[in-house]
């Protein structure tokens, strides 16, 4: 027993991606989960574990980590044995997985979030800036992949758990998404990991609560 806690709330993609590698690494996580709803992570209990009071955020013994790049890169570097494909030693293969990461949290997953996910949440509609940074952010990824079966060659690294929690929100997306066939064929391939489901279904059924939810009050 790998004795890590992860404190998060089952739908969120950051917590999916970090739940996603402790899988691909057969790493058993406590899962402490904290009802963003509930507004749980306020709590006086979690604020003193992490005073930015976001989720992912592990605990191992006396250390505490959050933000979910960094979590992954921990619990590869604690289980992933000597090198590990998921986020190889080799320095220009570890820069590429590097790079993809911080696109993701600075381009990526904000365009993603702020176009896609936010609307559905806070009833607005995106403005058409948003939505043109959603297309360029599907294209590059679509010309990414065009050789290419996962985002940096043939092995899956944390850099594809990273980026497919943000795009598995292509379902919201009023565009055609057959403008991005190998992005398609890629997710279609993540999809098909033995632990997708389990990881992900929660933000699915927590998205069509919130448009239930949105129709019953319009
Ligand atoms: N960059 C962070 C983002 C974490 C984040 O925004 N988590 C959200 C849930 S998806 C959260 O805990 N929000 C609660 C808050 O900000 O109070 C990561 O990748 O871990």
């Not at 996580?29 to 992570?41: A, D, P, R, S």
């Not at 599907?138 to 795009?167: E, P, Q, S, Y």
């Not at 997708?196 to 069509?208: A, G, K, L, R």
Request: neutral net charge.
């Amino acid at each position: 027993m790998a004795n890590i806690q992860l404190y998060l709330f089952f739908p969120s993609p950051p917590c999916r991606s970090v739940r996603m590698t402790a899988k691909a690494l057969g790493v058993p996580l406590e899962l402490k989960q904290l009802n963003h709803v509930n507004k749980e992570h306020l709590s006086p209990e979690f604020l003193k574990t992490n005073p930015d009071h976001i989720v992912p955020t592990i605990t191992d013994g006396d250390f505490t980590l959050w933000e979910s790049r960094a979590i992954m890169r921990y619990l590869v570097g604690k289980f992933g044995g000597e090198d590990n494909s998921l986020y190889p030693r080799d320095l220009q293969k570890r820069a590429e997985v590097d790079r993809l990461l911080d696109y993701d949290l600075g381009v990526f997953y904000r365009a993603i979030l702020e176009t896609l996910m936010l609307p559905v949440r806070n009833r607005n509609t995106p403005t058409k800036e948003q939505e043109e940074q959603v297309v360029k952010a599907f294209n590059r990824i679509d010309t990414l992949l065009k050789d290419k079966k996962f985002l940096t060659g043939d092995h899956i690294t944390i850099a594809d758990f990273a980026m497919v929690v943000g795009f598995g929100s292509e379902f919201l997306f009023p565009g055609d998404m057959s403008n991005y066939p190998n992005a398609m064929a890629w997710y279609k391939r993540m999809q098909e990991l033995p632990y997708y489901q389990e990881v992900n279904q929660p933000f699915f059924d927590y998205v069509e609560n919130l448009k239930k939810l949105a129709g019953q009050t319009s």
